[in-house]
């Protein structure tokens, strides 16, 4: 199977960078996020289905943080990267 691309949604590429302070914690958070998203590039089912939140919702647990995504025929859709700790029903 072909990878599919990554798109991130405006909002959620702002909201990365905020997520963590400091340079090195910022540099280990962008490169766990990376590497998820090379997995679900490769193999977009990997993740839970969240369909009773939203449909065509999943997620896919990266560290202490869910990556939420809708898969389209050409793309892997990042929607959100939420702290575990969060709502998921409160932020989306």
């Given at each position: 199977?072909?990878?599919?691309?990554?798109?991130?949604?405006?909002?959620?590429?702002?909201?990365?960078?905020?997520?963590?302070?400091?340079?090195?914690?910022?540099?280990?958070?962008?490169?766990?996020?990376?590497?998820?998203?090379?997995?679900?590039?490769?193999?977009?089912?990997?993740?839970?289905v969240?369909?009773?939140?939203?449909?065509?919702?999943?997620?896919?647990?990266?560290g202490?943080?869910?990556?939420?995504?809708?898969?389209s025929?050409?793309?892997?859709?990042?929607?959100?990267?939420?702290?575990?700790?969060?709502?998921?029903?409160?932020?989306?």
């Amino acid at each position: 199977m072909t990878p599919k691309p990554v798109l991130l949604r405006y909002l959620t590429k702002n909201r990365l960078s905020e997520c963590h302070s400091g340079p090195e914690q910022e540099d280990i958070y962008l490169e766990l996020l990376h590497t998820a998203f090379m997995a679900l590039s490769k193999n977009p089912n990997l993740g839970r289905v969240y369909a009773e939140v939203y449909p065509g919702l999943r997620g896919y647990l990266a560290g202490r943080h869910i990556i939420l995504y809708q898969v389209s025929d050409v793309a892997v859709e990042i929607v959100r990267v939420l702290h575990h700790s969060m709502d998921l029903d409160s932020q989306l």
